[in-house]
Nanobody, 124 residues
Framework: QVQLVESGGRLVQAGGSLRLSCAASGRTFSRYTIGWFRQAPGKEREFVAAITWGGGRTYYGDSVKGRFSISRDNAKNTVYLQMNSLKPEDTAVYYC?????????????????WGQGTQVTVSS
């Protein structure tokens, strides 16, 4: 089992950058695929990015490709989401999620472990 805590969300101006962190407990963190999702008010939760347990593969949602980058440091039990060129439409609560044996990284039902979320607000 793993517990996740997100941090790094705040108010930022359009065009700016933020780095979110997802810190995990558990000695087997390196075996988990980690995904980032976001949910804006009145909208469904949306896939943002994911990274496989070994870090060898990364995946991105179409709306963030070329602007966001996901990485992990298994020694620190932490996954990062670097967000550049932020836009007002990136405003949302960002959640990290984890599980082993994730077959479809873009599907939230594949993940059984979720953090509490961190708010990102991008002003125009």
């Amino acid at each position: 089992q793993v517990q996740l805590v997100e941090s790094g969300g705040r108010l930022v101006q359009a065009g700016g950058s933020l780095r979110l962190s997802c810190a995990a407990s558990g000695r087997t963190f390196s075996r988990y695929t980690i995904g980032w999702f976001r949910q804006a008010p009145g909208k469904e939760r949306e896939f943002v990015a994911a990274i496989t347990w070994g870090g060898g593969r990364t995946y991105y949602g179409d709306s963030v490709k070329g602007r966001f980058s996901i990485s992990r440091d298994n020694a620190k039990n932490t996954v990062y989401l670097q967000m550049n060129s932020l836009k007002p439409e990136d405003t949302a609560v960002y959640y990290c999620a984890a599980d082993t044996n994730v077959l479809v990284v873009t599907t939230e039902n594949e993940y059984n472990y979720w953090g509490q979320g961190t708010q990102v607000t991008v002003s125009s």
